[in-house]
């Protein structure tokens, strides 16, 4: 996908339970962790993409903002906002997992039972 087709002709559809901004959310991740947006890419502004997809500015801009903050895009301003580099997102998730792994262990939990857990909360997350 060329930065220029994105969003294409994907949709948040509102009769959805799951928010707006999370629908977006998550496309964008998905579009990320397939490669169809590459790092560098930049993504259209917060008003353009709002326009395109009949949503308020805000959705885009929580979607942007949780996506910044979670280390899968990078927001330069007036530049725009860009897909950032795998390499921050990785070493943040590496070290959240380390943490959790520590606490697991330290309380006697077995690797199968850590990974029940964890599968939990992610289902949760989403």
Excluded: C
């Amino acid at each position: 996908m060329a930065e220029n087709d994105f969003p294409g002709r994907w949709r948040p559809n509102p009769e959805l339970a799951v928010p707006l901004f999370e629908q977006l959310r998550r496309r964008i991740l998905d579009l990320v962790d397939e490669g169809a947006l590459a790092v560098g890419a930049k993504l259209p502004p917060v008003r353009a993409l709002a326009g395109e997809l009949d949503v308020a500015p805000h959705t885009v801009a929580r979607a942007y903002r949780q996506l910044e903050e979670a280390g899968v895009l990078a927001t330069a301003g007036r530049a725009g906002t860009t897909v950032a580099p795998r390499a921050r997102r990785d070493e943040d998730l590496a070290a959240a997992a380390a943490v959790f792994a520590g606490v697991a262990s330290s309380q006697g939990a077995s690797f199968e039972e850590a990974v029940a857990l964890l599968r939990a909360a992610f289902q949760r997350a989403m």
